[in-house]
């Protein structure tokens, strides 16, 4: 998605929510390879509220990309 974000002009407006919603979820994921952890799967490791703001990050950015989709939609074109 980032990549996507990153690489599509029309897609600049998303670039901030998918560059937070990577790193919502890359922090998790590095602690749980990278630390101490006995947690034998990422879910295992992770808090429910950090499983409350990937779902929140998530559900922002898609609906961040439905209304850039309906404005785009809704603008007159040059003919």
Request: no cysteine; net charge positive.
């Amino acid at each position: 998605m980032l990549i996507a974000t990153l690489r599509d002009a029309r897609l600049r407006a998303l670039r901030w929510g998918s560059g937070a919603l990577v790193a919502a979820y890359a922090i998790p994921v590095a602690f749980w390879q990278l630390g101490p952890s006995d947690a034998p799967s990422l879910t295992k490791y992770m808090n429910p509220a950090v499983t409350a703001i990937l779902i929140a990050a998530g559900v922002a950015v898609a609906l961040a990309f439905h209304v850039q989709r309906r404005r785009a939609a809704a603008q007159p074109t040059a003919d």
